[in-house]
Each structure stands twice: as structure tokens, then as C-alpha cells.
């Protein structure tokens, strides 16, 4: 079993930057590969940004594209997502997630551990 614990979250105005960390722990992770979400209220989970298991290869969706930026620790079992020129419409609890797989994917239902959630809000 893995666990995943994510930090970093809060309160911040638009413009801002925020840094998002998840660790995991429980086993090994380092050939998997690791991804945010995101989920505002009434609407569903919605991915934000991955990395493959070597971090060589990161994926962004288009509405954060430029702005987030993903990494993962020589490790292989942290993942952080750095957040600049934050928006209002960024406002959601993030998750952290694993998939038991190499590659990356953009669909939720691909991954299968899921830390707790991090609240991010973006005042205007």
C-alpha cells in the first residue's frame, strides 16, 4: 500500500505562487509515475499535470500550461508542482496521485493512489 501526503496549499492573491509537495511512502514508488489533479466545487476531478517514472517527461494541461511546472526528487518518491501567475479559476482542492505504470496518464481512472487534497484558493 502507498500512502501520500500532499502540502503546501493556502490562500493566496491573483498573480501569486504557490508550491505544492506530496512524499510517499509505504513502498517503493520510484517506477511509477506521479500526477496532480484538481477539483472545484460541482464540478469533477480534472487533471493539471504528471511526470513519468524517471522525470524525464512531464505533461501539462493546457489551462496551466506556462505557469505550473512539475518535478519529481532524485528519490523518485516526492513530486512537487511550483504554481506562478496564479488565477482565480486555479481555485480547487489538488491531489497528488499514482499510477502503477511508467508513463504518465490524463485520466484520473488510470491512477491508482490518491493523497488527501490540498486546498488552493485564489482571491482576486
Known amino acids: 500500500q502507498v500512502q501520500l501526503v500532499e502540502s503546501g496549499g493556502g490562500l493566496v492573491q491573483a498573480g501569486g505562487s504557490l508550491r505544492l509537495s506530496c512524499a510517499a511512502s509505504?513502498?517503493?514508488?520510484?517506477?511509477?509515475?506521479m500526477g496532480w489533479f484538481r477539483q472545484a466545487p460541482g464540478k469533477e476531478r480534472e487533471f493539471v499535470s504528471a511526470v513519468n517514472w524517471n522525470g524525464g517527461t512531464t505533461y501539462y494541461a493546457d489551462s496551466v500550461k506556462g505557469r505550473f511546472t512539475i518535478s519529481r526528487g532524485n528519490a523518485k518518491n516526492t513530486v512537487w508542482l511550483q504554481m506562478n501567475s496564479l488565477k482565480p479559476e486555479d481555485t480547487a482542492v489538488y491531489y497528488c496521485?499514482?499510477?502503477?505504470?511508467?508513463?504518465?496518464?490524463?485520466?484520473?481512472?488510470?491512477?491508482?493512489?490518491w493523497g488527501q487534497g490540498t486546498q488552493v484558493t485564489v482571491s482576486s
Open positions: 509505504g513502498r517503493t514508488v520510484s517506477s511509477y509515475a
Open positions: 496521485a499514482i499510477r502503477r505504470g511508467p508513463t504518465a496518464r490524463d485520466s484520473p481512472r488510470e491512477y491508482d493512489y
